[in-house]
């Protein structure tokens, strides 16, 4: 009984968490906030969510795979976000006209 | 006419949220899989509409990492297991596609 109410909050906190970075990614102005509000949220949100699979369903093959998919998405997504933003940065896609300082553009070393 | 949008848009969500939570009359999992439906709506605007390349990029990797909480609950919602199979591809094929989209926005080669 309480694992199944500890698994249901998880799963509903990970979808509120899913439904706000889709909303950031609708509604700011620029490449790199989408990419920060849409990456973080969203990779927070599954990993709530099949975090609280696997506290529904236990040790069979659908936790190990929720636990896989936890492991996977915590390797793979920093990773995606880097190199997106790198790449939208080294192809000069405009920053938002509010932008105050860009530090990536000033170092000589990284470029 | 910002205002305007912005009233238009929360309208839209006050009405899908209260339609779904409080009209719908489904099992738990099902108003779920809604609301995952709905954000998949507004990724599928972003792909279409996106100002830039880089745009579309992003929302086509986060849609693969969407997906794989969706088919989650799907399989909880029908007990079997091989929906998370599906999630877990679907993500490692979208991963390896943004990245080699990224090295191609970049303006390299792939063996680079």
Request: a positive charge; charged letters at 15%; hydrophobic letters at 60%.
């Amino acid at each position: 009984m309480i694992r199944e109410t500890i698994g249901l909050i998880l799963i509903f906190v990970g979808t509120a968490f899913d439904f706000l970075g889709v909303l950031g990614l609708v509604r700011l102005p620029d490449v790199y906030n989408r990419l920060q509000a849409a990456t973080k949220c969203v990779t927070f949100g599954s990993a709530g969510i099949l975090c609280g699979v696997f506290i529904l369903q236990g040790f069979n093959t659908f936790g190990f795979k929720a636990l896989l998919g936890i492991a996977f998405i915590f390797m793979a997504s920093p990773v995606a976000a880097h190199v997106i933003a790198r790449a939208a940065h080294r192809s000069k896609i405009a920053l938002a006209p509010g932008t105050k300082t860009d530090q990536y553009a000033e170092d000589k070393e990284l470029r | 006419m910002k205002l305007v949008r912005w009233i238009l848009g929360l309208i839209i969500l006050m009405a899908f949220f209260i339609a779904n939570f409080f009209v719908y009359d489904g099992a738990i999992y099902a108003k779920l899989i809604n609301v995952y439906l709905f954000s998949c709506l507004f990724v599928l605007y972003r792909v279409l509409a996106g100002p830039s390349a880089a745009d579309r990029l992003v929302a086509v990797d986060i849609f693969g990492i969407l997906i794989i909480g969706m088919l989650s609950i799907i399989g909880l919602a029908y007990q079997n297991d091989f929906f998370m199979d599906i999630g877990l591809i679907w993500a490692l094929l979208s991963f390896v596609a943004s990245l080699a989209f990224a090295k191609i926005l970049e303006g390299r080669s792939l063996d680079d």
